[in-house]
């Protein structure tokens, strides 16, 4: 079953929607279009956009796999394959690959709606706030 969680307010400032969650598979999904606020100068998206969207996306999956407990992002690494350009529709999808009381452990993926070329991504370790 796919269920369409509610808009954040961070996720509008990365100019994104969420597509879903899909409790079946445990994939996330986040569409992202960039405006000209996430831009560098060179006119590609600034790498810590990307790395919020990748935290965003991940912490979709770790909201939901993990019974929509509060949490915090603990530790993120990062790796940075191309650019991506104004308004290029980009999509983030994650998943939670094991989890236990305290933390959850998640990868995340930014890739081009156009070609499927990925342009980020990461694992995270999200530690539980209760």
């Known amino acids: 079953m796919i269920e369409k969680p509610p808009p954040i307010k961070a996720r509008d400032?990365?100019?994104?929607e969420a597509i879903g969650y899909d409790e079946d598979t445990g994939l996330s999904k986040v569409r992202y279009v960039p405006g000209e606020n996430l831009m560098n100068p060179a006119g590609t998206v600034l790498g810590g956009y990307l790395s919020a969207m990748l935290d965003d996306v991940a912490g979709l999956a770790t909201w939901y796999a993990g019974g929509k407990r509060m949490f915090a992002t603990a530790q993120m690494s990062t790796s940075f394959l191309r650019g991506a350009k104004l308004g290029e529709p980009l999509i983030g999808?994650?998943?939670v690959t094991g989890q236990g009381k305290r933390q959850a452990f998640a990868e995340a993926t930014v890739y081009r709606e156009s070609d499927g070329r990925v342009v980020a991504k990461a694992t995270l370790v999200q530690t539980f706030l209760d």
Request: proline fraction near 0%.
């Open 13 to 16: 400032l990365l100019c994104g």
């Open 93 to 95: 999808e994650s998943t």
